[in-house]
C-alpha cells in the first residue's frame, strides 16, 4: 500500500541498549522529519532531510542519529536509550514546495 | 527562531457550540499557517491552511483567520460534533519553501453531547 510506514508501532527497551525506529514512505516525497510527541510539549522536531544524504536538526536532536541512505527511508537511531526518551515518534514526509505533512501512525516507546 | 504559542490548552463545549483555538506566531517571515487534528490514538492530519496572502479561509464548519499585523491566526469550528473531539495542533512555517513547521503544543478540545 502506497503512504508512510513505521516500525516498529511499540518498543520497549532498556536504559543504555540502541534503538532503530524505522520510516519507509512510497510517495518519493524530497522530505522527511521525525518528532516526537510528549503531553505538555505538543510535536517537537528531532530531525528532517531535504533529500538522500542531507540531513539537519531540529529543536530537539541529542541523543539520536538519522541517516538518508535513500528516498524512501528515513531510520531514527537512540544510540544509547534513556528514560526520558520515553515517547511517540511521528515520521512525516512532504513534497517539495508544497505545505502538507503527511504522518505516520507513530512508533510508541518505552525506555525502562 | 519562530515561537507558536497556542490558547487554551484545553477546552470543552457543548455540542452544537462554536469553538475557537488562538495561536500567536513570533516570526514575521512566516507565511504559512496549518492547523492539524489530532484524534485519540491516531496520528495528526492536516485539517485547514492559510497562507499570508489570504484573510480568511472557510471549509464546511471549519474556518481560519489571519492577522499578519497582530501575528495571530485562529481556528473555528462552528456547530461542534462529538467527532470534533481531538487535539489540535497550529503550526507556522518561519521562509518560503520546505523549512521545518513550528507546532504549537496544542488544545484539547472536547464536545460534550
Known amino acids: 500500500d502506497a503512504g508512510i510506514t513505521q516500525s516498529p508501532r511499540y518498543k520497549i527497551t532498556e536504559t543504555g541498549r540502541q534503538v532503530t525506529l524505522m520510516c519507509h514512505q512510497t510517495w518519493s516525497h524530497s522530505y522527511m522529519f521525525w518528532y516526537r510527541q510528549d503531553l505538555g510539549h505538543g510535536l517537537r522536531l528531532i530531525y528532517y532531510s531535504a533529500a538522500a544524504d542531507i540531513t539537519d536538526k531540529g529543536e530537539v536532536p541529542d541523543g539520536y542519529v538519522v541517516s538518508r541512505s535513500k528516498t524512501e527511508n528515513f531510520p531514527l537511531t537512540l544510540e544509547s536509550a534513556t528514560r526520558s526518551q520515553t515517547s511517540v515518534y511521528f515520521c512525516?514526509?512532504?513534497?517539495?514546495?508544497?505545505?502538507?505533512?503527511?504522518f505516520g501512525e507513530g512508533s510508541r516507546l518505552t525506555v525502562l | 527562531g519562530e515561537n507558536v504559542e497556542q490558547h487554551p490548552s484545553t477546552l470543552s463545549v457543548q455540542e452544537g457550540d462554536s469553538a475557537v483555538i488562538k495561536c500567536t506566531y513570533s516570526d514575521s517571515a512566516s507565511n504559512y499557517f496549518p492547523w492539524y487534528k489530532q484524534e485519540l490514538g491516531k496520528r495528526p492530519q492536516l485539517i485547514i491552511d492559510i497562507r499570508s496572502n489570504v484573510g480568511e479561509k472557510k471549509d464546511q464548519r471549519i474556518a481560519v483567520t489571519l492577522n499578519k499585523t497582530a501575528k495571530h491566526f485562529s481556528l473555528h469550528i462552528t456547530e461542534t460534533q462529538p467527532e470534533d473531539s481531538a487535539v489540535y495542533f497550529c503550526?507556522?512555517?518561519?521562509?518560503?519553501?520546505?523549512?521545518?513547521?513550528?507546532f504549537g503544543k496544542g488544545t484539547r478540545l472536547s464536545v460534550i453531547a
Open positions: 503550526a507556522a512555517r518561519p521562509s518560503s519553501g520546505n523549512t521545518p513547521l513550528v
Open positions: 512525516a514526509s512532504s513534497e517539495q514546495g508544497t505545505g502538507e505533512l503527511f
